[in-house]
Nanobody, 121 residues
């Protein structure tokens, strides 16, 4: 089982990035996905999640209205579209797969390696 996150980079405040998370070695259709992030010196925090069908999503208050999570099961890929980025969004972003879409790290069984997003002011 492997999750490969990509799409991070350096962007100016107000800009956009789209993160991708490609899964392999398991049936992506039967898993919910979550996105988490960890800023330097801080705990890893939940950002967003999407259920197996892709018809239910949730967002943390800090990103609601700016970020959009989606999935393409045919491509075994989950996306996080990030718009209107702020310096406080700077963090390593992780995707995770599990049995249900939730806000707790313990609900996810598989984790990607993380991709760094840096937002300059």
């Amino acid at each position: 089982v492997q999750l490969q996150a990509s799409g991070g980079g350096l962007v100016q405040a107000g800009g956009s990035l789209r993160l991708s998370c490609v899964g392999s070695g398991f049936t992506l259709d039967y898993h919910a996905f979550g996105w988490f992030r960890q800023a330097p010196g801080k705990e890893r925090e939940w950002v967003s999640c999407i259920n197996m069908n892709g018809d239910e999503t949730a967002y943390s208050n800090s990103v609601k209205g700016r970020f959009t999570v989606s999935r393409d099961n045919a491509k075994s890929t989950v996306y996080l579209q990030m718009n209107s980025l702020k310096p406080e969004d700077t963090a390593v972003y992780y995707c995770a797969a599990g049995g249900r879409a939730g806000v707790s790290r313990s609900e996810y069984d598989y984790w990607g390696q993380g991709t760094l997003v840096t937002v300059s002011s």
